[in-house]
């Protein structure tokens, strides 16, 4: 059985033991078979990295540690510690929109979810490893005393609208990654900055408990101003205090700054970590939890001596396989990775060496030349197992109004690629892909295409749906362009060929970060990117040819070339006439005709 996690903010110190055994009591046989398949695949592949590691020779070693030290040193001539990076990061969102509206939540432990599966918990149940994820019925043993709040996202949205419009003001880029995550670079704004700022504050006391923030006791100040009124809510006495908070110039007073503007607009708290790039600010913003902000110098030896005690968990794209994986090679923190770097070319793809080698440096994930925006638009509902095609039928049909609602709020015209993902009532997932001759626009095609897929799984038990939409067609994308455009675009493209940055932070992937195994943006939140490091590597152990696990050689014989006789008789190698026809391709000069074909 799979070892439950604790690596969630409000969860340390927790008895894992006393909770895993509480959660293998209650499991299904269903997903406890599960479960011991997905521990199998792992151990065999744990029996791999040993056994490779064992049976490298000397050469091997010597060849993958030189090759270790010079991408070393090509990333680390790319280091950039000029930026302002944040990630701000709401406490416990979901329930903490609920105990704001309903004061009665604050003091009992609370999750919001169903019996199926919870979205998020407060930290008084966090203290009894109730945690998001997890069965709602699982939690109630966890928690007899758990109380749980059905999801109301409509309101969770629109909350989520208010502090992002804050988030804009600091950074016209910012990266909202989910309704309670964002990535802020505030550089620019930093530079700018010069003077002290003074805000107005509020707090609430009296009788009344509808309102936040809320002090228990009245603040001692002479500049403070005092206003009594009837709580239209509750009818009892609401007292507000106001003042004055000055907050001065810096990247810690411009978060501090922020945070509270976030808290006086919602009532709400936030958490930041503001470091040298995203990834390391992600990291930071868990360990002053919750209202707390964390800052990491922008210093090579001040980052490399914060990661060295780091659990490899902690680290978005690290799941439980990858640990296992790690751990079976005894690393256990990421200043373990760096030491042990020489031995990644000798068990994992490239993809992964070079994945893992950054975190170990505290470095941004892999740069990518492809487009910044986001890559795809899902929604996905969990339910009860069920094989009756009228419950599916609804169930999708709730699902693709929501991702077309989705789809027109995110400045999306459609898709070229429709997936359909199922999990089983034996917790196994599947996906299904169809991309018709045409753009995917409207809900009609959403429902069209994606029902083709499900119908195709008739008769299975099902427990979870989604539907996602991907190869997006942006609104400018369907703008009518001129033959001007056209040239300029080519112009531009060709320019940006020609000249090709290597700062590692000359493109930040906002919404998505590559999988380290198979290269696919993935949305770059921590529980996502983990489930799916994970899957594609339990997903490798059902194929013989899985790239996930390599083993380097130092010495390779050159492959003869595969000869070819051409329709002249002429005789030419495989990789030559492939060169030639990538020049062909590269240099065609695309007509008027196939340009409005494109688009």
């Known amino acids: 059985m799979l070892t439950f996690n604790d690596n969630k903010a409000g969860m340390t110190g927790l008895d894992k033991q006393k909770i895993t055994k509480i959660i293998e009591e209650n499991t299904s046989g269903s997903y406890s078979s599960f479960s011991k398949k997905q521990q199998q695949r792992i151990d065999e592949k744990v029996s791999e990295i040993k056994n490779r590691l064992e049976s490298a020779t000397g050469e091997e070693r010597q060849g993958a540690e030189l090759f270790m030290k010079n991408l070393e040193n090509k990333l680390e001539a790319g280091r950039d510690l000029s930026r302002d990076c944040v990630c701000i990061d709401m406490d416990a969102y979901f329930a903490a929109i609920e105990m704001r509206d309903n004061p009665a939540l604050r003091t009992v432990p609370m999750a919001v979810g169903s019996s199926a599966m919870l979205s998020t918990s407060n930290y008084l ?8 994820g997890m069965p709602g019925f699982i939690s109630k043993k966890l928690c007899p005393n758990l109380t749980l709040v059905p999801g109301n996202y409509s309101k969770y949205s629109k909350v989520s609208r208010q502090f992002s419009e804050i988030f ?6 910012v990266g909202m990654m989910s309704l309670d995550e964002a990535y802020i670079d505030v550089t620019d704004y930093v530079t700018m900055r010069t003077k002290k700022r003074v805000l107005k504050r509020h707090r609430y006391g009296g009788d009344c408990l509808c309102w936040l923030p809320r ?38 007073e ?23 790039n995203f990834m390391l ?9 919750p209202n707390g902000q964390f800052v990491l110098e922008n ?7 914060f990661l060295e005690e780091l659990p490899i968990r902690k680290v978005g794209g690290i799941g439980r396989v990858s640990e296992a994986h790690l751990q079976s090679m005894e690393i256990r923190t990421v200043g373990d990775m760096l030491l042990k770097k020489a031995l990644f070319p000798l068990c994992f793809s490239p993809l992964a060496q070079e994945s893992f080698l950054r975190t170990a440096l505290g470095l941004p994930g892999r740069p990518s030349s492809s487009d910044h925006r986001r890559k795809s638009i899902s929604v996905e509902r969990t339910f009860s197992p069920t094989s009756d095609f009228k ?51 409207s809900l009609d095609d959403i429902e069209k295409y994606s029902m083709e897929l499900l119908e195709r799984e008739r008769g299975k038990e099902i427990r979870l749906l989604g539907v996602r939409l991907s190869q997006l067609v942006f609104e400018e994308e369907k703008k009518s362009k001129t033959i001007a455009d056209f040239w300029n675009e080519k112009k531009q493209q060709t320019a940006s060929e020609d000249v090709m940055s290597t700062d590692d932070n000359d493109i930040i992937m906002m919404d998505t970060r590559p999988c380290p195994i198979c290269g696919e943006d993935v949305e770059n939140r921590l529980e996502i990117l983990n489930f799916h490091v994970d899957e594609c590597i339990l997903k490798m152990g059902d194929t013989s040819d899985g790239p996930d696990l390599i083993c380097v ?6 492959k003869k070339p595969e000869i070819q006789k051409t329709s002249g008789g002429r005789v030419q190698s495989k990789k030559r006439k492939t060169q030639e026809q990538k020049t062909v391709a590269k240099r065609k000069v695309a007509t008027i005709d196939s340009f409005w074909k494109k688009i």
């Open 553 to 558: 050689t130092v010495e390779k014989k050159a």
């Open 168 to 173: 804009m003001e600091y950074d016209g880029d």
């Open 391 to 441: 419950i599916l039928i609804a169930e999708h049909a709730e699902i693709c109004r929501m991702l077309e609602e989705d789809i027109r709020k995110s400045g999306v015209t459609g898709g070229k690629t429709i997936t359909l993902k199922l999990k089983l009532s034996s917790f196994d997932v599947l996906t299904r892909s169809l991309t018709p001759s045409e753009v995917v626009t």
């Open 281 to 289: 600010a992600k990291i930071c913003s868990d360990f002053n939890k």
């Open 125 to 132: 149940a966090r203290r009894f490893g109730v945690r998001a």
């Open 215 to 252: 002090v228990t006791d009245p603040p001692d100040s002479e500049n403070i101003e005092i206003d009594s009124s009837e709580c239209p809510k509750c009818a009892k006495t609401r007292i507000i205090y106001y003042d004055d908070v000055e907050f001065g110039v810096g990247r810690e």
């Open 254 to 276: 411009i978060v501090r700054e922020i945070r509270f503007r976030v808290e006086q607009l919602t009532g709400l708290t936030c958490s930041a970590g503001i470091a040298a």
């Open 299 to 305: 210093d090579r030896e001040k980052i490399l001596e």
